[in-house]
């Protein structure tokens, strides 16, 4: 099946800091790639959807400037988190879109300090 | 970002009863809706799925009902183990027009041995 790497799975940063989270699709081209942003207790809250060599669409709300998407391949799509803040601190899942539904990446857990 | 930030609720069952984990919809459109289970720390793991053109779909130990007509989808869990302990989500996409996948609120299933 259509498996997506994730990493790192947990990461500690200085608040101010920049943080890359990477998603590799290994067996497959994911065209569309979602991020999605767990706060405790809470759901998985879509943050912006990237596709193959164009811009993402952020969702309201999400500042575009401080969550850097990159999807520069069919294999590799990447989040960087801008000067880091605490507020921050969250699990940050990827979801790529397969022909028969969609995978995920195992999720990385950020925590700033 | 969209999805419904609100706490989870819970549902406790005792070994061996069966579970029922409801969700409400939203987008009329969705033409997909997926069942997901969680555990601590991991990200979704597939459980169920079913489209707009079905009411009803059964898997192993698993059954999920879609009425459209009020944007209802529920999970039924026969037998409930304590290792089916875990946060339930429901997920909903309109698939056939490359639709985000937007996440419900979430239920905190414990199973008591």
């Known amino acids: 099946g259509a498996v997506v790497s994730q990493h790192p799975s947990r990461v500690i940063c200085k608040s101010g800091t920049s943080v890359k989270i990477e998603c590799r699709s290994l067996?497959?081209?994911?065209?569309?790639m979602f991020w999605y942003r767990q706060f405790p207790k809470q759901s998985l809250m879509l943050m912006a959807t990237?596709?193959?060599?164009?811009?993402?669409?952020?969702e309201q709300g999400v500042e575009k400037d401080k969550f850097l998407i990159n999807h520069a391949s069919l294999t590799l799509s990447t989040l960087t988190v801008t000067s880091a803040h605490p507020e921050d601190s969250s699990f940050y899942i990827c979801?790529?879109?397969?022909?028969?539904?969609?995978?995920f990446g195992s999720g990385t857990r950020l925590t700033v300090v | 970002g969209e999805s419904v930030g609100l706490h989870l609720p819970t549902l406790s069952v005792q070994e061996g009863d069966n579970s029922i984990i409801n969700c409400a919809y939203s987008?009329?459109?969705?033409?997909?809706f997926i069942w997901y289970k969680q555990e601590s720390g991991k990200g979704p793991q597939f459980i169920i799925d079913?489209?707009?053109?079905?009411d009803k779909r059964q898997g192993q130990r698993v059954t999920v009902l879609l009425n459209k007509t009020v944007k209802h989808l529920s999970l039924q869990i026969a037998a409930t183990q304590p290792g089916d302990s875990a946060v339930y989500f429901c997920?909903?996409?309109?698939?056939?027009?490359?639709?985000?996948?937007?996440f419900g609120q979430g239920t905190e299933l414990s199973v008591k041995p």
């Open positions: 067996d497959f081209q994911a065209t569309t």
């Open positions: 997920a909903e996409t309109a698939y056939n027009q490359g639709g985000k996948l937007i």
């Open positions: 979801s790529a879109r397969v022909p028969y539904g969609y995978t």
């Open positions: 987008n009329s459109a969705s033409d997909y």
């Open positions: 990237s596709n193959e060599g164009s811009k993402a669409t952020y």
């Open positions: 079913i489209r707009s053109n079905m």
